[in-house]
């Protein structure tokens, strides 16, 4: 089956990288994307990875696939307070639906 | 980038009544939509998918009669929640997506999202 696992929470210290994992369970997903939520919004794309490529960075944003792990993380440095929101991976999976994971909440500390 | 627009963004209606939810894809043909429903502090579940000209594909646990979903074109889809009731309340999220794998119009398969729709039946 088509799942995706993310953890719930991170708090990280303004001016320091934050780092949400994922991982995913269908092999032959062809695009990994991490979306971004801010409250009462709808989804923003931030990035995304074709399953062939082992890391992306964008500016702040570092995108890091271990296709065999099938374990995807979103490194974002230099963290600010703009950047809580909650952030969800995703995957084009097989079935050629984008599944979700729950969502990890982010929340920077000064 | 591609833009979708949803409307409206915030709905408040009368238990029994139906509420008719629109996403529009502005600057791209949607060859596919997706309607997600997303609980408090859950993550988005998929409540069906949609091609432009045919039914919809309706994921399981997700009653099609109550949720009608209709995309007659490839830049409108619209979600009807028929009968609304209070557990029906919920935040709705569309996205339109420009293809399947490999599409290279956008440089990637991409699923732009609408900025969803807060429905509070009461």
């Known amino acids: 089956g088509e799942d995706v696992e993310q953890s719930l929470f991170l708090s990280v210290r303004e001016g320091d990288s934050s780092v949400i994992n994922c991982t995913y369970t269908?092999?032959?997903?062809?695009?990994l994307y991490w979306y971004k939520q801010e409250p009462g919004a709808g989804l923003q794309l931030l990035t995304y990875i074709f399953s062939n490529m082992d890391m992306k960075q964008d500016q702040r944003l570092t995108v890091l696939l271990n296709k065999k792990d099938k374990h995807l993380s979103l490194r974002i440095a230099d963290t600010q307070t703009g950047d809580s929101a909650i952030y969800f991976c995703a995957e084009y999976s097989s079935a050629s639906k984008i599944i979700f994971g729950s969502g990890t909440r982010l929340s920077i500390r000064p | 980038g591609a833009v979708v627009s949803q409307h409206p963004s915030r709905v408040i209606c009368k238990s029994g009544t139906s509420v008719k939810i629109e996403c529009r894809s502005l600057d791209f043909q949607a060859t596919t939509m997706f309607w997600y429903r997303q609980f408090p502090k859950q993550s988005l579940m998929l409540m069906a998918t949609s091609n432009e000209g045919s039914k919809a594909t309706y994921e399981q646990g997700v009653e099609k009669d109550k949720f009608l979903i209709n995309h007659a074109s490839l830049t409108l889809s619209t979600l009807t929640v028929t009968s609304a009731h209070p557990e029906d309340s919920s935040f709705y999220i569309c996205?339109?997506?420009?293809?399947?794998?490999?599409?290279?119009?956008?440089?990637?398969?991409?699923?732009?999202f609408g900025q969803g729709t807060r429905l509070t039946v009461v």
């Open positions: 996205s339109a997506s420009n293809g399947g794998p490999g599409t290279e119009t956008l440089g990637t398969t991409e699923a732009f």
């Open positions: 269908d092999s032959s997903s062809t695009y």
